[in-house]
């Protein structure tokens, strides 16, 4: 199947793309030559190959979601620019 100078220009479109003549001729080569590509990869017996969810091992390096106490008032604002007794202070953004 091949892309050709309409089907380019249409998605070019939705995508609120302008291409000059030139740009529709390279990119219609580009994709014919990425699903040529793609048909030579389906002519690959892949019966035997397991599903991967990832190309490769990925190890969690998150943290146990434990339960822990809260950041305490104080340790809060202790690193706050600008802060009361109570409440960080920021700049006004309504007038």
Same mark, same amino acid.
Request: net charge negative.
């Given at each position: !199947? ?9 998605? *070019? =479109?939705? *995508?609120? &793309?302008?291409?000059? /003549? ?6 219609? !080569?580009?994709? =014919? ?7 030579? &990869?389906?002519?690959?017996?892949? $019966? %035997?190959?397991?599903? #991967? %969810? ?5 190890? $969690?390096? #998150?943290?146990? /979601?434990? *339960? +822990?106490?809260? &950041? $305490?008032?104080? %340790?809060?604002? +202790? =690193?706050?620019?600008?802060?009361? $007794?109570?409440?960080? +202070?920021?700049? +006004?953004?309504?007038?």
């Amino acid at each position: !199947m091949a892309v050709t100078d309409k089907e380019v220009s249409h998605v *070019a =479109n939705l *995508a609120r &793309l302008q291409l000059s /003549d030139e740009d529709i001729q390279q990119i219609k !080569m580009d994709m =014919n030559q990425i699903l040529d590509y793609i048909e030579t &990869l389906d002519e690959l017996d892949t $019966s %035997d190959v397991e599903p #991967l %969810d990832h190309v490769i091992d990925l190890d $969690s390096k #998150l943290r146990k /979601d434990e *339960a +822990r106490d809260p &950041l $305490s008032h104080e %340790d809060a604002l +202790r =690193n706050a620019t600008d802060a009361d $007794s109570d409440y960080f +202070r920021v700049p +006004r953004v309504i007038d």
